[in-house]
């Protein structure tokens, strides 16, 4: 059972790094590693709900502390290339419904996700059309 609540901005951490154009969206996703990608559609799969790191590793099948490390991956490419800003946001654990690092996406994020994974499996079917 999910120990978040729906998103809100408050104890958003650096909200102003999260992006908002569908098209930087989209290059992020085209440049980052396939567990980073692997990452981004476990997030678009539950747009709006901000989720501690474990709930959405248990979620996509990940064993514990994969996405602290698959963060620090992307670091860099974050910085070189999209000024810090990163495809999705998240709560600072004194503010967060769970009290850990949660993060999330939200509606437009999540829809350049998954227009970008139909880009690159036309076969698959969007969760809304099921």
């Given amino acids: ?11 958003e951490c650096v909200p102003e790094n999260a992006m908002t ?10 440049r980052c590693s ?4 692997e990452l981004l559609d476990g997030l678009a799969m ?15 099948g ?3 502390r994969r996405i602290a490390s698959v963060l620090g991956g992307v670091c860099r490419l974050r910085h070189r290339e999209f000024e810090g800003r990163r495809p999705y946001h998240f709560h600072e654990p004194r503010r967060a419904a769970s009290r850990r690092w949660e ?4 509606g437009v ?9 139909q880009e690159a499996n036309p076969g ?7």
Avoid: C, H, N
């Fill in 34 to 37: 396939d567990l980073m990608r």
């Fill in 1 to 11: 059972m999910a120990a978040t609540a729906k998103t809100s901005t408050l104890g």
């Fill in 109 to 117: 994020q999540a829809r350049a996700v998954q227009a970008e994974q």
């Fill in 21 to 30: 154009d569908p098209g930087e969206i989209a290059r992020f996703y085209d």
């Fill in 62 to 64: 990940w064993p514990r």
């Fill in 124 to 130: 698959l079917v969007a969760k809304d059309d099921a």
């Fill in 103 to 106: 993060i999330w996406m939200d």
């Fill in 46 to 60: 539950a747009p709006d709900e901000p989720r501690p790191f474990p709930e959405i590793e248990d979620a996509i």
